[in-house]
């Protein structure tokens, strides 16, 4: 199958681009001033110091770089944005918070227009497309909500975005700014580890050419130093490298079906399991484990809190990340089944995680619209949208789309993935983000999901669009 032939942007597009970035903040400033959507819609989800991703606002307003240096459990950029809006805006750094987020969506769905119209043959199809996406409930949502989650959506969207640019104007510069786009998104949720780097180094060979590549390979590499530099200070400091210090007890929670799988007391009863972890369970208090032995001290505050960057933390989650395996290992198929009750909460709308209930109540038509008809859930239920079996079945057409371009071209990798490029990193986006998502996650998953579903709703349409088959014009 060979792939359609791409079309050039021009000026036009780039007004199209900023009209729905313009339209976007329009309805947003709508529904923060004529519909009470806000970041502060309950005591719970409207504090920043509730979540346990987040140092406490009081240290990070009066001791933020010191903070930020022994942050372990989380990689820094979510709070380093906190501690910069706290000590600007004080004391309303959560509605700051906001604006920042209706920003980010804003320049989101702009960027999402751009990707749509490389795409598209004609404009108004672009722009019907990504309008869609731009008046999203769920984006509207996440931008109330006090996590990292639309600063991540951007990132991922940035990465794509730079490939665009560089397909379009082969300029060194997008290639850096790709590579320096994917640095901060690991640098924002650890969801993205670095395991990403090599593979974007090796995106970055195939598409540049042999006069430039050793210049680009050795730029890109120094860029990376960025994500290097935050996993060593953890390693030095903490015996970690990570950039979260969870990953051990995120493990367990999958493992363990959020410490709901039958059978855990008789695993450790019989000595399979450390009774420690089935006792306290996933993201226990951290106070709870001094009785185990994990009592260690320290004088710097934010380790010192019974929160979960407290100085315990790395060893008690090494403690769960080895059960976790040994659990796995033990009950293997319900490990599979766990991550298949993953991929149906992957699945369902993004609008209606949990947190975002309160807000989605003040938009309950548009919600709806969105959720039930455009994405499915009232035909599909409890399988969540129609994502459920159009992402597996767009992925594997891709595979076959992609394997036919292999074969047309005698094998020649880079020159497929540089004719294509956009929508290749787009696949790599998706896969990586949904087997991480259902395999290292359970209970949230649909969060986690709204990270690629810009790029989703992207992917999805393009491949399926070819399997139409295209006429051949007449030569004259």
Known sequence: MR??????????????????????????????????????????????????????????????????????????????????????????????????????????????????AHFSTRRWVAVLWALVLAFNPALYLFEAYVLYTVMTAFLVMATLACVLWHHQTKSPAAIYSFILALNLLILTRSIYHIILLPLALLFVWWLTDGGHRKRMMSVSILICFLSFGWYAKNYVLFDTFSASSWSGIGLWKVASRGDKLPGLQELADAGALNAMVVEQGAFAP??????????????????????????????????????????????????????????????????????????????????????????????????????????????????????????????????????????????????YTTIVSITMEYGENDRFKFLVEYPIWLFMPVVFSRLIPVKARPTR
């Open 286 to 431: 951290v106070s709870n484990f001094a009785r185990y032995g994990f009592n260690r001290q320290s004088a710097i505050a934010v380790l010192a809190n019974d929160d979960y960057n407290n100085i315990n933390i790395p060893a008690i989650s090494e403690e769960y990340g080895k059960n976790a395996l040994r659990l796995i290992l033990h009950r293997p198929w319900a490990y599979f089944h766990t991550i298949y009750l993953g991929y149906i909460q992957f699945s369902q709308p993004a609008a209606r995680f949990k947190h975002l209930g309160a807000n989605a109540e003040e938009i309950p038509l548009h919600e709806s619209l969105y959720a039930d008809y455009l994405q499915g859930n009232r035909l599909m239920g409890r399988f969540g949208a129609f994502q459920f079996f159009l992402l597996p079945l767009s992925l594997l057409i891709y595979a076959g789309q992609f394997w036919g371009q292999l074969a047309a071209t005698r094998w020649e990798l880079s020159r497929v993935v540089r004719g294509d490029a956009v929508l290749f990193w787009c696949a790599v986006l998706i896969v």
């Open 3 to 116: 792939a359609r032939i791409n079309r050039d942007l021009d000026r036009s597009d780039f007004v199209c681009a900023g009209m729905i970035t313009l339209l976007h903040a329009l309805l947003a400033a709508l529904y923060i001033t004529q519909f009470e959507l806000t970041i502060l819609v309950d005591n719970k989800v409207g504090n920043w110091d509730w979540f346990m991703q987040t140092l406490p606002l009081t240290a990070l307003r009066t001791d933020l770089w010191r903070s930020l240096w022994f942050l372990h459990a989380q990689p820094p950029l979510l709070n380093l944005v906190g501690g910069i809006l706290s000590q600007l805006f004080y004391p309303h750094p959560l509605e700051a918070l906001h604006v920042f987020n209706v920003i980010l969506g804003a320049l989101l769905s702009g960027m999402f227009y751009l990707l749509a």
